[in-house]
């Protein structure tokens, strides 16, 4: 039996069986009859049938929704509330882009060859879907793995994270109230072993991971010949602050994108760049507003920091933070852990690049400034690793804008914004060792379906 305990006090929330090899094979040979006989495809206007009821239901479930995301994945009450929301935002989506899942005409006749013909593509569900999903996003990861494939008419087998199934399970069983048919959404709670044997299965056509780099370029060099994927890993999110960044927005910006959930999302802000003359003035009252943070439960309402999910995930950040305090870094807020399951809100002053907090994601709540005086250098630094997901840079002027969007090696870059912003519908995924490929809703929706070109031959053309 799987134990699913809260991340801030450890108690027991519920306990649901875990499934072996035997469950894997029978979810995989479900969902691959549904796909082999296209008598079973749900028509697209049955999805969107299916996927606005699935809207309406979730209006009905926000509270009870957020609070089993807040219990159990430890992101405070108000930001699991705005996660529920973007999740019914997402399928609303969802369902409007099945419409777009469209081919075009081929121009022929513009060769001999190719007279009395006529040519064109259409789009088709790639096949069995199957999805790993992550921690962070208890429900709002789930729309983006699951009601994706289902729009785009495959069958999808998810594998959520085991700290925080409750939200997935709570999300398919709304979708089977809106009239899913049986096995075209599949839940397998399991280990990573058991995992291994869903995903790298020749049934599989596409495989969508959200977690570690370390397990996602594992499992894609175990692939099934053919199997299409979409890598989501993390960052170590980079800002370029210039002089005449605007501190009024640039603070709370920072504030916000560096320790919303704790820090524990992948584009959370990490590392920040200070035009030397404004350095000190930007750590100081940053650190200022960061020592007022609230943390603590995530299910009370005024709580502004929550847990981290794992209590050995406090063990690492401390043990980071310290190396860093040690090696030189000052410390300017936080740096102690308040329990076994919350560490302080912390911000460090130009730590040295070589240690853990400026190398590495730290997936925590501590954010590192660094002073420059050479912005060129700066940028140089913020790309020197090997993670390049989402970036910003704060300032007023356009061409000093233009330049660092240039230069900054990542796939999004914010001007005047955290690096952390994301709607669901925009393109979301890292590049280099952060990633493969891109997510978004109607992205995703994209990368599931195939093309077929159809040529027809007449006389009469």
């Given at each position: 039996m799987l134990k699913i305990t809260s991340p801030y006090n450890l108690s027991l929330i519920k306990e649901i069986p875990l499934v072996g090899k035997k469950e894997v094979e029978s979810a995989l040979s479900t969902a691959y009859s549904l796909f082999q006989d296209q008598s079973k495809w749900i028509p697209p206007f049955e999805r969107i049938a299916i996927l606005e009821k699935t809207a309406d239901i979730l209006k009905t479930k926000i509270e009870e929704l957020t609070k089993t995301a807040a219990h159990e994945g430890g992101k405070p009450y108000i930001d699991s509330k705005v996660e529920v929301l973007r999740a019914i935002n997402g399928v609303k989506i969802a369902a409007e882009q099945i419409a777009q899942l469209k081919g075009e005409q081929i121009p022929l006749g513009?060769?001999?060859?190719?007279?009395?013909?006529?040519?064109?593509?259409?789009?088709?569900?790639?096949?069995?879907?199957?999805?790993?999903?992550?921690?962070?996003?208890?429900?709002?990861l789930i729309v983006h793995q699951v009601v994706t494939a289902i729009a785009a008419g495959c069958p999808v087998i998810i594998k959520p994270a085991l700290t925080t199934p409750l939200s997935c399970l709570a999300l398919i069983?709304?979708?089977?109230?809106?009239?899913?048919?049986?096995?075209?959404?599949?839940?397998?709670?399991?280990?990573?072993?058991i995992a291994e044997l869903l995903v790298t299965d020749k049934r599989v056509n596409y495989?969508?991971?959200?977690?570690?780099?370390?397990?996602?370029?594992?499992?894609?060099?175990?692939?099934?010949?053919?199997?299409?994927?979409?890598?989501?890993?993390?960052?170590?999110?980079?800002?370029?602050?210039?002089?005449?960044?605007?501190?009024?927005?640039?603070?709370p910006a920072l504030l916000k994108g560096g320790f919303y959930h704790a820090g524990q999302v992948c584009v959370s802000v990490q590392r920040v760049f200070v035009q030397e003359s404004v350095c000190d003035d930007v750590a100081n009252k940053l650190a200022e507003m960061v020592k007022k943070l609230i943390v603590g439960d995530p299910l009370d309402e005024?709580?502004?920091?929550?847990?981290?999910?794992?209590?050995?995930?406090?063990?690492?950040?401390?043990?980071?933070?310290?190396?860093a305090v040690s090696a030189?870094?000052?410390?300017?807020?936080?740096?102690?852990?308040?329990s076994n399951t919350c560490y302080e809100p912390t911000v460090l002053l130009n730590p040295p690049l070589n240690v853990n907090v400026s190398t590495l994601e730290i997936f925590g709540p501590v954010v590192c400034i660094y002073s420059y005086s050479n912005r060129d250098k700066a940028i140089e630094i913020a790309n020197s690793l090997d993670v390049h997901f989402q970036a910003s840079v704060f300032t007023k002027n356009i061409d000093t804008a233009l330049h660092c969007t240039n230069k900054l090696n990542a796939t999004a870059v914010m001007v005047n914004d955290h690096t952390a912003f994301r709607v669901d519908w925009m393109p979301f995924g890292g590049r280099d060792a952060s990633g493969f490929g891109l997510g978004g809703i109607q992205y995703s929706m994209h990368e599931m379906t195939r093309e077929k070109l159809i040529v027809i031959k007449s006389s009469v053309l």
């Open positions: 513009l060769t001999k060859a190719s007279v009395n013909r006529i040519a064109f593509t259409k789009r088709e569900p790639i096949g069995v879907v199957a999805s790993v999903s992550a921690f962070n996003h208890p429900i709002n069983d709304i979708l089977k109230q809106a009239g899913l048919p049986d096995g075209w959404c599949q839940v397998i709670i399991c280990e990573n072993e495989f969508s991971f959200i977690g570690s780099s370390k397990v996602g370029w594992y499992l894609k060099s175990k692939l099934a010949p053919g199997t299409r994927c979409a890598l989501e890993h993390g960052g170590a999110a980079p800002v370029i602050v210039e002089k005449d960044a605007d501190l009024k927005e640039l603070l005024k709580t502004e920091v929550g847990p981290l999910i794992l209590p050995r995930e406090v063990d690492r950040v401390e043990e980071w933070v310290n190396e030189g870094a000052k410390l300017l807020c936080g740096g102690k852990r308040i």
